[in-house]
Nanobody, 123 residues
């Protein structure tokens, strides 16, 4: 069964850092664009960052630009989201995903989702 396994969430103070990881199982990410989404309590899921599949361009939501970095390893098995200078408004459930294309910072035509990992930033 093809899936992602996420890890790395947790509770951190404002200004702290976390690194989210997402390991692909049953498929490789080489043929996909990849992205991260965030869902805050009571709000819809929104795209945070996207990395294109051909030239590896990266895109970020304005709210995280300069603080978050999306990447994947050379084997294209694991993807990451490095989050620095975290703010309380970054709190939410974070989902990794693989899909067909980046529409700016939003991954389109998602084929695979991670199960979600909780990030809580205290003030």
């Amino acid at each position: 069964q093809s899936q992602f396994v996420e890890s790395g969430g947790g509770l951190v103070q404002s200004g702290g850092s976390l690194r989210l990881s997402c390991a692909a199982s049953g498929f490789t990410m080489g043929g996909y664009a990849i992205g991260w989404f965030r869902q805050a309590p009571g709000k819809p899921r929104v795209g945070v960052s996207c990395l294109s599949k051909i030239v590896s361009n990266t895109y970020y939501a304005d709210s995280v630009k300069g603080r978050f970095t999306i990447s994947r390893d050379n084997a294209k098995i694991t993807m990451y989201l490095q989050m620095n200078s975290l703010k309380p408004e970054d709190t939410g459930l974070y989902f990794c995903a693989a899909g067909a294309f980046c529409s700016g910072n939003v991954l389109g035509a998602v084929a695979y989702w991670g199960q979600g990992t909780q990030v809580t930033v205290s003030s």
